[in-house]
């Protein structure tokens, strides 16, 4: 939503000229920036483009000032940075800070005629924030754009929201040095170690090759083909430490913030955990670390607001929604749908998502849920099924694909459809018999398994380059992409290192899948990208 192409924020006030300002509650600030909250516990209010009224969390400053305060742009329009140190001092045209919205981002001619414009100004002060917020002029007089809203507040909200703002990316964030810049990946106890180290060095392979670049690039200087020079000040060189966890998940947050302390790093990238990620996502919440698309099938039902972790998708609780989903659409409520779950998270989770979701489209369908806990226990919990008849459909939701799958390919199991999640598919090509194939559906939350991206290949040829093997190529390509965030991210930032203007910088669904032996992937897509 924008509202803002101005010097200040999206918030104004009453303010008696003249009385003297009072210290403002930071805490307090923060609240109204973040959420439109006055001092008195109640939403602002203001108008915008001369007469709309509005108010409340969808109106305030971070909607288009964002979190970290170096604004945006939206809809063709510019919205300025409101930090600490560029709001309280006088404007000064900033070529590094203004690169990003000059040359790498596709606007409109008026947006561009917008940035140019040098808008000197001197810093604000307290009675000139007031008047650019209440009336919409900086303090050298110059009109502030009318999408911004101009509110009215107490003169406590606005010494508030100053002593906010004074604060707001005045620093740099931890992790960063004159020279380096600290990255971290989180490898979980239970992850599979071939998986672990296709993750990791393709990980170290990225960093060997960015210091390459950046080594070469600050050898000389004063040579400055495509303006290099000018951002010199912005090259680090990338730290990468490896986080192994132990343990239960219980503890990998006590386990994590002990190495915070040893050496704090700017973000944590990509990574590799079987388990829950609610713990490393707590973690980084509360530190306000940036963490980059971790290959993490379980990630956080119910993020926290203005979480600090990026997913490529909801794991397997998109995967169970979209099952529920693609049912729902082609069984009719008298169908009689069975799943088994694994005990273990993999598996108690996607069920309940698939047992909320299925109530959801379905309200009077028959649904039984069964969970298990290692091989004989589902061995025995098919036999029963096979004695109560075929279902109509049966979801399999396994924490042990290649265990659980040959359990299944000996049982005398028959079903109109078998869902297995995306997890399952190797072992399913490798174990399943070609009779289960007019049944099987796998949700496959990635490209379609035939299809070929373009840039894979250019991927593929610089793994090959370097020697790489591809042994894993979905987590090895999900990995490179995170890798090319951080140096995209780092791209747009130069030398404003704050973690959560690197976070801004930086809809989900799914295919059903089933098999086809004709194929080399070995399965085709079946109907449209499904979002649930």
């Avoid at 980084?284 to 379980?298: G, I, K, T, Y």
């Avoid at 959801?360 to 849920?369: D, K, N, T």
């Avoid at 298990?372 to 979801?395: K, Q, S, V």
């Avoid at 939350?445 to 250019?458: K, V």
Wanted: net charge negative.
């Amino acid at each position: 939503m924008m509202r803002g192409a101005a010097a200040a924020l999206a918030i104004a006030l009453t303010l008696v000229a003249g009385m003297p300002a009072k210290a403002g509650d930071a805490a307090l600030g923060a609240r109204l920036y973040h959420e439109g909250i006055g001092a008195d516990g109640r939403p602002v209010t203001g108008t915008v483009q001369g007469d709309v009224e509005i108010g409340g969390a969808a109106f305030a400053c971070v909607s288009c000032h964002r979190p970290s305060g170096f604004g945006t742009s939206e809809g063709g329009s510019y919205v300025p940075p409101i930090i600490g140190p560029i709001l309280f001092a006088p404007s000064s045209p900033d070529r590094n800070r203004m690169f990003r919205e000059l040359f790498q981002e596709v606007q409109s001619p008026s947006y561009w005629a917008r940035v140019r414009q040098p808008r000197l100004r001197p810093a604000y002060d307290t009675a000139s924030l007031a008047r650019a917020v209440g009336e919409g002029v900086d303090p050298a007089g110059h009109a502030l754009d009318p999408a911004m809203p101009r509110y009215a507040l107490a003169e406590a909200d606005v010494a508030n929201l100053e002593a906010f703002l004074r604060g707001l990316s005045a620093e740099i964030s931890p992790g960063v040095t004159r020279d380096g810049i600290h990255f971290a990946t989180v490898i979980g106890p239970d992850a599979d170690p071939a998986e672990a180290e296709a993750v990791l060095s393709t990980m170290q392979a990225y960093v060997e090759w960015m210091n390459g670049r950046i080594a070469v690039d600050t050898r000389n200087p004063a040579f400055s083909p495509n303006f290099r020079s000018d951002f010199i000040d912005a090259y680090r060189k990338w730290r990468l430490h490896v986080w192994r966890l132990e343990g239960s998940p219980e503890s990998w947050e006590a386990q994590l913030a002990a190495r915070y302390a040893e050496q704090p790093v700017f973000a944590l990238v990509s990574g590799l955990v079987a388990g829950p990620w609610d713990a490393v996502g707590r973690f980084c919440d509360a530190r306000r670390v940036p963490c980059l698309f971790p290959n993490a099938e379980l990630v956080p039902e119910a993020p926290a607001e203005r979480g600090y972790s990026m997913f490529f998708n909801r794991g397997l609780v998109l995967e169970a929604e979209v099952a529920a989903a693609e049912i729902a659409e082609t069984l009719p409520e008298t169908a009689r749908i069975v799943q088994l779950h694994a005990s273990a998270p993999r598996g108690a989770r996607p069920a309940a998502a698939f047992t909320r979701a299925l109530a959801a489209r379905m309200p009077r369908v028959q649904l039984v849920s069964m969970g298990y806990d290692g091989p004989a226990a589902l061995e025995r919990a098919l036999a029963g099924l096979a004695a109560d008849g075929a279902p109509d459909a049966l979801l399999l939701w396994t924490a042990a694909p290649e265990a659980d799958l040959a359990v299944l390919a000996r049982a005398s199991v028959t079903t109109g459809a078998l869902y297995l999640p995306s997890a399952a598919m190797a072992a399913a090509q490798a174990t399943l018999p070609p009779g289960l194939d007019p049944a099987l559906r796998i949700v496959w939350p990635y490209e379609e398994p035939e299809g070929y991206h373009p840039r894979q290949y250019r991927i593929r040829a610089w793994m090959h380059t370097r020697r790489l093997p591809v042994t894993h190529p979905r987590l090895q390509l999900q990995t490179y992409y995170a890798m090319t965030m951080v140096e995209f991210g780092l791209m747009h930032i130069i030398t404003d290192f704050h973690r959560d203007y690197f976070l801004e910088i930086a809809s989900k669904g799914a295919f059903i899948v089933a098999p086809d032996r004709s194929l080399s992937a070995g399965y085709v897509v079946l109907g449209d990208w499904i979002v649930p």
